[in-house]
């Protein structure tokens, strides 16, 4: 995707001055993001920048204290979770949370039901296919792998065929093996015209994986770039390095 | 006798316990046993039965909203009593009316319904839940009592609410209209009480078996998960919870009917507390556990009550809850299942190995 | 009667329902705030401590006396119920809350068991005023002080004691104070005995101006446990404040329409205040 696109398509996903104050802690400070429709986005900073605060606000977890939010043209910022998701949102957090009493088919079943009674088992291998857990569909969630359970959870998260994703740190706890399988799918689906924004700390995966990057700061855009801008900025690895 | 089978298969799943034939006759023998029961048994026996069956429906009423969806609902009492009054005060206004007790048993089904909407969407769509919703609506029980009591000298028509003594002067169920009304007495009560038991149980295990039970079970092991994934769970929440109080107040208006009365202390602290000793103990993640738990504690508290003291006897049943909560925190029925499942692995494996063992072809492959 | 007569009635109602509402629920707070344990059994202690109480005045000890025996005998029974039941819940709250549900009901039944449905209690000490229509025993403001310096030893055992310091660094994050030393198990279990000890001297003061039977606990344990959700995890600010609110509610109402509608628009209004704020009053005065 070149810069024209990214600019001219109609986004798909915008926010305009995103604020969120906590008490006297402002956690994101007057965010304006753009993203167009199948464009793959990372979203990177040290901790603290207010990443994971910025997704929250994006699923209706946190309300803002200013600023709207844009998805598909329509204002959600009032809108409750479960409507964005609706709207064709998908989430993953970074705390994995599959079922974990739950059979992995059965995990899959609990999104694919949402809007019919059974979901197609067809679909359910499709997407079992996807992340290599076709041998494993009887398996108790809990008895897998933490990499396993990620793309469990990933794969719950990509069953309804959002428009938007947002993954939150996919990768934490994943082996190399692992991380490159994700980088596969992850570029699977924004071939399939997905857009998706990923936050990672992992710069090897954020190297094979990003075509434009937003860098957070203590809650504010901080800069934008293509990966081979933001290893070069100095800037950049300064704040990573810490102004403590 | 497959399209039988078939069939059954609605009824089956892993949400409830019992997918085999084996299961099923013994489900139709237990049945069975019950209803033969009246005709081994005296009228005095059948009484007794009566209400351990109809307290069932309270403890299948807070499976399905505990167990099932993971609501704290500590107030399923609550329900069951307003399911009583109502049929003590629609039926003892209505009953020379119509002859019949037909829409007091009605408003005793939708009255409670209609209370936990309220109760309901004041609560979920208000982000109550966990120990908060447990408070609440132990609270609102509390508060029934408090205000049932406080009826002295109260009437509601021809009905006299009584106060802490409630009222005693309800009529039987009577089903039908005018001179052909059919009033329930003690053995056809049983009757009764067993048809819609059974219809229950069959109608929660075709219901939890299938996709509501699955988005239900969502609800409970993460709720926050399952709104992520487009469910409405504050809609979802308050509909478990409207039918389970139904379903109690079901329980109480044949409860009230049975013993034509009602009064407040079922909503009090000590007697609320029973059904979630039985499903505790049983297994509140199972149908057949609170079954079982519910009628078994009964059971055990009136022959205790009755051989030792009524007191000795809680206190028994009270030293087995709190033992089972330690020991068995999932209950005692699933225990059993797990049990019998392992023994059933075991005896395949058995079988496997010997059918392996006993085959020359099976080692050796084809000896031409 | 005459206006003054009225309000000094009302006042009187309000700080009784006060000094009942802390008392009762200073054990259960402490324990709640410390551990997120909500022990339905609370009601029971309180109990306990009255029964101790009542026998040993009975028995001929001076009141003072009395009333500490009953405090120390709940606080065993709350070390017996902490190592053999509660220690394994900690981190199944609800489990908890339904497991001291069915303390509750043992030891009630074994009161009854063991003394019967009455017991004679203690006269209430120290007489009473008047004033033209108005009269109140002096006892009650005394349970105000009595629950208000209990407050006071409560605080200075959280704020100036080395076990106080352990407690709030635990109550903060266990695992941290785990990791520098802090025996947590310790902690709980002597806050858990503190608590009940707390109930114990609440039964014993209210001794004297309730009935003592088995049941006693039962009048007390639903006002106590919504005190305390009320006021929210802050035990020192929070619970005093609820007990302050709720009693204006309470002592609004029985003067109203007497004992039942006081209890009732009691609770009515924390659950309204449960659901406009599930975190309490605390929540108002911790700065975030």
Same mark, same amino acid.
């Given at each position: 995707?070149?810069?024209?696109? +990214? ?11 995103? %604020? ?16 167009? *429709? ?14 994971? %605060? ?9 309300? *803002?204290?200013?600023?709207?939010? %844009? ?11 479960? =409507? ?35 979901? *197609? ?12 857990? +076709? ?5 108790? $969630? ?27 740190? *996919? ?19 924004? $071939? ?17 994986? $990003?075509?434009?990057? %937003?860098?957070?700061?203590?809650? =504010? ?6 990966? =081979?801008?933001?290893? $070069? ?12 | ?65 505990? !167990? ?262 999932? !209950? ?37 | ?5 009225? @309000? ?13 509402? @802390? ?18 059994? #609370? ?29 120390? @005998? ?9 190592? @053999? ?80 310091? #352990? ?122």
């Amino acid at each position: 995707m070149t810069d024209t696109d +990214r600019r001219t398509s109609d986004p798909i996903l915008e926010t305009d001055g995103l %604020t969120k104050r906590f008490g006297g802690l402002v956690a994101v400070d007057d965010v304006d993001f753009r993203l167009a *429709p199948g464009e793959l986005r990372c979203l990177i900073g040290p901790n603290g920048a207010g990443k994971s %605060t910025f997704f929250k606000m994006l699923a209706g977890r946190h309300s *803002p204290t200013e600023g709207t939010i %844009t998805f598909k043209g329509e204002d959600i910022t009032d809108a409750l979770p479960h =409507e964005r998701i609706r709207r064709g949102m998908s989430i993953k957090f970074q705390d994995v949370s599959v079922y974990p009493e739950l059979t992995v088919t059965e995990n899959l079943q609990i999104p694919l039901q949402r809007d019919r009674k059974r979901a *197609p088992e067809q679909r359910v291998d499709e997407l079992l296919g996807r992340i290599s857990l +076709r041998e494993k569909r009887t398996v108790i $969630a809990d008895e897998l792998s933490h990499g396993e359970q990620q793309w469990l959870e990933i794969a719950m998260a990509i069953s309804l065929d959002p428009d938007l994703l947002l993954l939150d740190e *996919p990768t934490a706890g994943m082996t190399i093996e692992e991380t490159d399988e994700t980088v596969n799918l992850i570029q699977s689906l924004t $071939a399939e015209g997905m857009a998706v924004i990923v936050v990672e700390h992992d710069i090897s995966f954020v190297r094979q994986i $990003a075509e434009w990057i %937003t860098v957070l700061h203590n809650g =504010e855009v901080f800069t934008e770039g293509t990966v =081979e801008e933001i290893e $070069a900025d100095e800037d950049v690895q300064r704040i990573y390095l810490g102004e403590e | 006798m497959s399209r039988l089978s078939n069939s059954l298969r609605a009824f089956e799943g892993q949400h409830t316990i019992g997918n085999s034939r084996r299961f099923w006759i013994g489900f139709c023998l237990a049945v069975l046993l019950v209803l033969l029961f009246p005709f081994v048994a005296g009228v005095f026996s059948v009484i007794q039965m009566t209400v351990f069956l109809i307290w069932i429906f309270v403890a299948l009423s807070l499976t399905l909203v505990w !167990g099932y969806t993971g609501i704290f609902s500590f107030g399923q009492n609550a329900f069951f009593g307003v399911g009583g009054y109502l049929f003590a005060i629609v039926g003892g206004n209505l009953i020379e009316v119509t002859g019949a007790t037909n829409v007091a048993l009605l408003a005793a089904i939708l009255a409670p319904a209609l209370f936990a909407a309220l109760l309901g969407y004041f609560m979920f769509y208000g982000r109550v839940s966990g120990v908060y919703v447990a408070i609440i609506t132990l609270s609102v029980t509390l508060i029934l009592e408090l205000i049932t009591s406080s009826t002295t000298g109260v009437t509601l028509g021809r009905v006299d609410l009584g106060g802490y003594n409630g009222i005693n002067t309800v009529p039987n169920l009577t089903l039908g209209y005018g001179e052909t009304a059919f009033s329930f007495g003690p053995v056809p009560m049983y009757y009764l009480v067993v048809v819609l038991l059974v219809a229950l149980y069959l109608g929660l295990r075709y219901v939890l078996n299938g996709h509501t039970g699955y988005v239900l079970i969502a609800i409970r092991e993460d709720e926050a998960r399952t709104e992520m994934f487009g469910y409405d769970i504050r809609w979802l929440k308050l509909q478990a919870f409207t039918a389970s109080a139904a379903i109690a107040g079901l329980g109480g208006a044949l409860y009230t009917a049975w013993g034509n009365f009602i009064s407040p202390p079922v909503m009090g602290i000590l007697v609320a507390a029973l059904p979630l000793i039985w499903v505790t103990v049983g297994g509140r993640q199972t149908l057949l556990g609170a079954i079982l738990g519910a009628f078994v504690l009964q059971y055990l508290d009136t022959t205790l009550a009755s051989s030792l003291n009524s007191d000795y006897a809680v206190i028994v049943l009270g030293i087995i809850f709190v033992v089972s909560i330690l020991v068995l925190p999932n !209950g005692v029925i699933p225990q059993i299942m797990t049990y019998l499942n392992d023994r059933a692995t075991d005896d395949e494996h058995d079988e496997q190995n010997a059918q392996e063992a006993g085959s020359p072809t099976a080692i050796g492959g084809d000896e031409n | 009667m005459p206006l003054i007569e009225s @309000l000094l009635n009302v006042l009187s109602v309000i700080v009784s329902s006060f000094s009942t509402l @802390l008392l009762a629920s200073l054990g259960l707070a402490i324990i709640f705030g410390m551990m997120g344990i909500i022990n339905l059994a #609370h009601g029971e202690f309180i109990m306990v401590g009255a029964y101790g109480a009542a026998i040993a005045n009975q028995q001929g000890m001076p009141l003072a006396i009395s009333m500490l025996v009953g405090g120390v @005998l709940a606080g065993i029974v709350g070390l017996i119920t902490e190592r @053999l039941v509660i220690q394994y819940l900690y981190d199944r709250p609800i489990d908890s809350m339904v497991a001291t549900w069915g303390i509750s009901i043992i030891l009630t039944k074994i009161a009854l068991v063991a003394f019967g449905p009455n017991f004679p209690g203690i006269g209430t000490p120290f007489g009473s005023v008047r004033y033209g229509g108005f009269s109140a025993s002096i006892y009650r403001p005394v349970l105000a002080v009595a629950a208000i310096s209990l407050l006071v030893v409560t605080y200075y055992l959280f704020m100036n004691t080395e076990f106080g310091l #352990h407690a709030r660094a635990t109550i903060q994050d266990a695992d941290t104070a785990r990791s520098m030393g802090i025996d947590t198990t310790r902690v709980y279990a002597i806050t858990f005995v503190f608590g009940s000890m707390l109930a114990g001297l609440a039964g014993s003061l209210f001794a004297p101006i309730a009935t003592v039977s088995p049941t006693l606990g039962s009048s007390y344990i639903i006002e106590a446990f919504v005190t305390v959700i009320v006021g929210g995890a802050n035990v020192l600010l929070g619970t005093p404040a609820s007990s302050a609110l709720l009693s204006l509610i309470n002592g609004g109402g029985s003067q109203w329409g007497g004992t039942l509608l006081g209890r009732v628009l009691l609770l009515v209004a924390a659950i309204l205040m449960i659901r406009i704020q599930p975190r309490g009053l605390s929540s108002y005065f911790i700065n975030r």
